[in-house]
């Protein structure tokens, strides 16, 4: 933790860059919404046109507030709420059938609410997913040795898949749930060898999905040939290369767009990009695409600086939605791609999938300012190495150490000059005691006992004789 937290000032760059980037893409949002829905609405209702552009800012300030809050405490929140998060989205997920409580739109149950208030739960369900997938695998103490050990993983996503694509009808979102945990996955230290089954699995899964349903058919038959059907299925993705046709290099202007105007179906969401095309050419294209390449960008570095392998997971979960969800817009756009109803992150009108995108990143800022929320235990699969107490080794040759002075030694303590005195027999050693006196007794009386013992003449005689005949 000590480390994480010394490491933050190295992520304030990253930090400052993502959020740069997404204020970046909410302005250009705002703008285009405006530009691409007031001309039908003016026509239409005759209003001002600017309906789409409040909703839009209602629900970019509420994001922001998110985003405010998940930037000082998300990862802590999102750990903790993890299961509930996931289980409250596959609930809610199966409420969108439900008469009375789920709304439906061109065919498609996606939404839960009444009126102009909705909240479409699978843009939930796409980060809960992705926190799952983060807390699972970056506390798993074995190895992935089989498919098996991933059952639990693949359960989850398996639920979440039939209730997106069968239930609510939606194959774009469930392309970009699946393309997200994929990251994950392999990022979590999945072998390669599981790809080949995981993905038979998932092209018969998708086969199915599309064969259960005439209309997924017959946009399969669009795309392979786009004039089949031009006034029918291919109606939507023709206008919109059209569009981008038109506009060529330099685009005809900004607002000067006449595919927007009752020509383009969903110009102001799925089809936004065709709108930038016209109006900014080529050029506004890949403006939008080197923004997204920079948020791809700062969202990696991120992860990779960022210590604990939870937030490195979650860090490439987030970043791994944003792009992919992304791509999959540009690609459907550009014709390279079949039809699907997937949002431009950030750019394109929708309430839940902007609120829901920007708590998103605020959480990513929260990994950025260097949160240490969580980290395996040492020895746990993908733990980090346990703070060592001692300081670091600095680099280059370390010095030679000074000399040590030696302390002066103490000079020896100088004993009184005592005679010892001599040993005497056992039994004058005993009658000897009896006579001595106390302690306390005078120096005059223990000279008067030597005298008596004779003792006293005998040690002052030459060598140890004399001692030895003293006693």
Known sequence: MK????????????????????LALCVLGAIWVYSASSSEQILKNGSNGTTFLFRYALFAALGFLVLAVASRGGVAVIRKLTYPVLIASIVLCMMVVLPGIGVRVNGANRWLGAGAITFQPSELAKFALIAFLALRMSTRTTPMRKLGDLRIELAVIMILVALVAGVQRDIGTTIVIVGAAVCVLIMGGMPGRFFLPIGAVGAFGLTV????????????????????????????????????????????????????????????????????????????????????????????????????????????????????????????????????GVPLPFISYGGTSLAVLLGAVGVLLNIARGSTVYAPAPGMLGAEPADDPRPPRPRGRAPRPAPKKRAPAARPRRQPNVRPAPSLGLASARVEARRMPSARGSARDAEDVRDRSGWDRGARGAGAGGRRRAS
């Open 3 to 22: 480390r994480a937290a010394a490491r933050a000032p190295e992520l304030k760059r990253e930090y400052e860059r993502l959020l740069g980037l997404v």
């Open 209 to 340: 999905m599309v064969a259960m349903h005439p209309y997924r058919i017959a946009r399969l038959a669009s795309f392979l040939a786009p004039g089949s059907d031009s006034a029918g299925t291919g109606y939507q993705a023709l206008q919109g290369q059209l569009a981008i046709g038109t506009g060529g290099l330099t685009g005809s202007g900004l607002g000067n767009s006449v595919q927007k105007a009752d020509w383009l179906p969903e110009a102001h969401t799925d089809f936004i990009l065709a709108v930038v095309g016209e109006e900014l050419g080529a050029i506004g294209i890949i403006m939008l695409l080197v923004l997204y390449g920079l948020i791809a960008y700062t969202g990696l570095k991120i992860a990779d600086k960022t210590e604990g392998q939870y937030q490195k997971l979650l860090a490439v979960g987030i970043t791994a939605v944003i792009i992919v969800q992304a791509m999959l817009n540009v690609w459907v756009v550009l014709g390279i791609f079949p039809l699907t």
